[in-house]
């Protein structure tokens, strides 16, 4: 039973775990957050700065995991801290995903029910996803990945064909002035950086890899892709409704899919199309963040997967009917970024240090 | 420190934990069903096979013991003589209707009975071994058990008096059909052989095939009533040694009393059988048989059956012909696209229909959805009950079509599809743009090459339909995803069911959305772990 569990991803599928995570939410609201920390139509340049962030961390994740290797975090973390600060550590990181996961599935619910299905209560839409998110983390980490593997095509071309379609729209003018007000608004990187995270499961995952001295690459590719269609859509977004245009719009993206018409393409409308291939996207992130969840509780007590995955299950539920709106919900979002920030970004470091210290526990 | 209050004014109402509970505990229940559902039946032990006994010296008691090993049965002929001078008994039994008459007649009793120079027994029986009886196979066995499975499989027993042996001589008599051109697999080129019945005459098919000294046949029984001949065939070098090694472990516990189709094996050794998805290939055609041997793969042939069955198996293979080999690599490209399509239209066109038109008009094109709209005014029934009457209107007559004898069938077709499509429109049941759409989910199943795979397509539309009709585009992503789960989870003998797709195996590609044309395609497929991957320099 415990060895089904353990499942083995090539290099290529970690990857695409990797960008599939990262892609989520981002794709609909960074222009929007972008465009209010920037304020200059240079944000395109910030986010490639703030790209380097994530890849740092993910250089430093993998420094660690490379001194533990077939281990995840948290099996390792108890040996460097100690048993009962690692058990905190591991306790707080699970607590991230299960949060994440919320955030997910209710962020999916909200768009697909102000876009697709009004009438729909948004409990039954819940209640689907994350019964088809459980059929698919029980399958374990190969399943998820092979999953991602469906979908990660599919959502390049969409991007693909998108960023096609809105050429017409695209207005040079409104990437101009490059650096008009001099270098300062291309560091305002806080809120890029923080979507563009995701990078950071490597840390777990690096464990189930079959070459494990492919992380950098992984790691590499795994910040790039996300930093590439975020950059598209950023420019599309922004070249077609100017910075100023999507300063108060919840889902700028949305908007500028909705502002195109190609009636001779089939479809009157393309938003629908968009937002089906953008929810099997999250469907993918909320079902690793649920797998890493119920992994951590399951590696940190010693215990079969299952009965962790079917227990999260109502209390997910339950948790996400806790935002009473999209406001709420989105700040959920930042707080999650920022505890990731510090989780991924700085224990890493710290445990690092600590490892260097003690030398190489066995 | 936020205060109770603002914490509790986080905490949902009351009937979210009654959901809650809900999402807990159908998943619980399903997974316990599922898994009483699979659990293997604890091993009977009343299966043993009976302690056989063995022939003695008593002339009288072999014969009536070989007789009622076979229940005296009515079929069965005992033709008893004396040769030579001291009148020494012997007995030829044989079950007069799966022998060949003449061969016991000339083969047989004749150097018997007319030019036997019988002196001693010891002598007699050196001679009869040595070539006497002119029969091409012999085998001499004291065992009753081994005597009465003979003997059933058309082999004529020789008794003597005075000794606890017995001869089997080999002269079955095959009644089997001429060679034809299989019906389900019609093909414009390739050749026109099908396997029949015998599995004498589906082995001498492989063995024509071309001249290959590897390939190995490995012959077993299954059925503990009926017991039959099953053949597992591979090519050695070429096949994965611990593939064929678990098709012989499963083809070994088959424990059931009755095979009399592979479609039994079939459903004895799939991983998944309660997955909507065939996991292994049945085919008539010796060539698809050789090709899939070729990859990497292991045949299995029954006797009594034209169905070969060929593992593992892909998803992708099942929307394969032979003929994408043997046309020109672009016009096999292109139909192969073609099937793709097929696929995509046989489950998903009637679902989107039903989801645009009931909940996302305003996706369409206005014109069409104006006059979808239009023609829809005044019909009495919601668009799914219209869809499900039409849908369960064409598989009806599809089983009907089938069901008949040919000429009736396709009146059958004509009449039930000009009376259903036209009556139906113009009675105001249903709308035209239904019909259209019904019609061409159905002739797009009809266009794929394996029935078994067309069917579970069909099967799964109407799960599409139900959950287009309740969740529009929704339900059918959730379709979408619910059936992209299950086949990555799908595995046919250790190979994942979307291979080569599923994971990436980019090398494979070459023949997957395209066929490559035949010089570039010089490795075997990767995913079926060939021994030798090499096919051409």
Redesign the interface.
């Known amino acids: 039973m415990r060895k089904s569990q353990h499942g083995m991803i090539t290099p290529t599928q970690a990857t695409i775990l990797i960008i599939n995570y990262t892609l989520s939410v981002g794709i609909l609201t960074l222009p929007r957050m972008a465009a209010n920390e920037v304020g200059t139509p240079d944000v395109w340049m910030a986010l490639l700065i703030s790209s380097l962030v994530p890849l740092a961390m993910a250089f430093v994740i993998i420094t660690l995991n490379k001194r533990y290797p077939n281990q995840t975090f948290y099996q390792y973390s108890g040996l460097i801290v100690g048993k009962f600060l690692g058990l905190f550590i591991g306790l707080v990181i699970t607590l991230f995903f299960i949060t994440d996961t919320i955030f997910a599935v209710r962020m999916m619910a909200e768009v697909v029910e102000i876009y697709l299905l009004e009438e729909t209560p948004i409990t039954i839409l819940i209640v689907i996803v994350l019964w088809l998110s459980l059929y698919l983390v029980v399958g374990g980490i190969t399943s998820i990945a092979r999953v991602s593997q469906i979908i990660f095509p599919l959502t390049i071309l969409t991007f693909v064909v998108v960023a096609l379609m809105s050429l017409g729209l695209f207005e040079l003018n409104h990437l101009r002035p490059v650096l008009g007000e001099g270098i300062r608004p291309i560091f305002k990187i806080k809120s890029m950086a923080l979507s563009t995270l995701g990078v950071e499961i490597i840390l777990i995952i690096q464990a189930f890899m079959t070459d494990q001295h492919k992380a950098k690459k992984v790691i590499f590719l795994g910040v790039l892709v996300p930093t590439v269609i975020y950059l598209l859509t950023l420019v599309m977004v922004i070249g077609a409704l100017s910075i100023d245009g999507i300063k108060n719009l919840t889902f700028p993206t949305v908007i500028l899919i909705q502002s195109f018409e190609f009636p001779e393409l089939f479809f009157e409308r393309y938003d629908s199309v968009f937002l089906i291939i953008w929810t099997m996207q999250i469907f993918t992130t909320l079902s690793i963040s649920f797998y890493l969840a119920s992994l951590g509780l399951s590696q940190l007590f010693n215990k079969d997967i299952k009965p962790f995955m079917y227990g999260l299950l109502p209390i997910i539920f339950i948790l996400s009917m806790a935002p009473k709106n999209l406001y709420q919900l989105s700040w959920l979002g930042d707080m999650i970024a920022n505890v990731a920030f510090v989780l991924f970004g700085i224990v890493p470091c710290l445990l690092l240090l600590i490892s260097f210290i003690r030398g190489k526990v066995q | 420190m936020p205060s109770f209050e603002t914490i509790k004014s ?3 109402e009351m009937y ?2 009654g ?6 505990f ?3 229940v399903i ?1 316990k069903l599922y898994y009483l559902s699979i659990k293997d039946p604890s091993k009977q032990s009343d299966w043993v096979d009976e302690t056989s006994s063995f022939l003695s010296y008593d002339f009288e008691e072999n014969v009536s013991l070989v007789k009622e090993e076979l229940g005296d049965s009515s079929d069965m002929v005992l033709r008893t003589f004396q040769l030579g001078d001291e009148n020494l008994k012997t007995a030829l039994i044989f079950l007069k209707d799966i022998v060949d008459i003449e061969m016991i007649n000339n083969n047989i009793l004749q150097p018997l009975m007319t030019d036997s120079p019988y002196n001693d027994l010891q002598d007699y029986m050196d001679q009869i071994k040595n070539g006497l009886l002119p029969v091409s196979e012999m085998y001499e066995t004291d065992c009753v058990k081994t005597i009465s499975i003979n003997m059933l499989q058309g082999n004529a027993v020789l008794l003597f008096q005075g000794t606890d042996h017995a001869f089997i001589l080999k002269t079955p008599k095959s009644k089997t059909r001429s060679l034809e051109e299989p019906v389900t697999e019609t093909l414009v080129r390739g050749p026109r052989l099908g396997f029949n019945e015998d599995i004498g005459e589906n082995i001498a098919l492989l063995r024509k095939a071309g001249v290959n000294t590897d390939l190995r046949l490995i012959s077993s029984q299954v059925g503990s009533r009926f017991n039959k001949e099953v053949v597992i065939s591979f090519v050695e070098g070429i096949a994965d040694p611990t593939l064929v090694e678990s098709v012989k472990r499963k083809i070994q516990n088959i424990m059931i009393d009755n095979v009399p189709e592979s479609g039994i094996i079939e459903q004895l050794i799939e991983d998944q059988p309660l997955s909507f998805f065939p996991q292994v290939q049945n085919t008539e055609r010796p060539d698809k048989v050789i090709a899939a041997m070729a990859e990497g793969r292991v045949a299995i042939l029954l006797d009594g059956t034209p169905f070969a069955l060929i593992v593992p198996v892909t998803l992708s293979m099942f929307l394969q012909s032979p003929e994408d080999y043997y046309h020109r690599s672009i016009s096999a490209t292109l139909n192969r696209w073609l099937r793709y399509i097929a696929a995509f239209l046989t489950v998903f066109s009637t679902p989107l229909y039903i989801a645009f038109v009931s ?2 008009q ?5 014109q069409l ?1 104006m006059s979808i709209i239009g023609a829809r005014e005044g019909m009495p029934f919601s668009i799914i009950i219209e869809a499900l009457i039409m849908e369960v209107a064409i598989e009806i007559l599809r089983e009907a079509g089938l069901r008949l004898p040919k000429p009736i069938g396709q009146a059958v077709g004509i009449v039930g599809g000009l009376v259903i499509g036209e009556a139906a429109v113009e009675a105001g049941i249903v709308s035209p743009a239904t019909v259209i759409v019904v019609a061409l989910s159905a002739i797009a199943s009809f266009s794929l090459p394996q029935y078994s795979m067309s069917t579970s397509l069909r099967m799964i539309r109407f799960l599409a339909m139900f959950l287009s009709a309740s ?4 339900g059918v ?2 379709f ?3 059936f ?3 086949l ?2 799908l595995n046919s003998f250790n190979t ?1 069911y ?1 291979s080569p797709a ?3 195996s980019t090398s494979d590609w070459k023949d997957l959305l395209v066929r490559m044309p035949i010089k570039m395609m010089n490795k075997r497929p990767k995913f079926l772990r060939p021994k030798n991957s090499i096919r051409k320099q």
């Open positions: 986080f905490l949902p979210i934990y959901i809650a509970l809900i999402t807990l159908v998943p619980l997974s909940f996302h305003g996706l369409l094109p206005t959805a969740f529009g585009l929704f992503l959730v979408f995803l619910f992209c789960i299950h990555v989870k994942p979307l599923i994971p990436y």
